[in-house]
């Protein structure tokens, strides 16, 4: 099921790419709001979120992966 794949892709990310996707795609966090939060600065909050989406493409494959997004997002 795709929802358990992206359940075991989204608990293979690292805790800080868990939280900041979490603080982006959930509570729809700015990237200057993220940094305030994890106390880093808005680059590397979106460096962090890039890495994260790019492991979560890489378990899952793009397709599954963009689907589900398009899914969870609407």
Do not use: D, H, W
């Amino acid at each position: 099921m795709l929802g358990r794949r992206l359940v075991r892709a989204y608990n293979s990310l690292t805790y800080n790419q868990r939280v900041s996707v979490y603080l982006r795609y959930v509570r729809s966090l700015s990237y200057k709001e993220i940094a305030a939060v994890m106390e880093m600065n808005p680059q590397s909050a979106m460096n962090l979120v890039s890495r994260a989406l790019k492991s979560l493409r890489s378990e899952m494959g793009a397709t599954p992966f963009l689907i589900y997004l398009c899914m969870l997002l609407s």
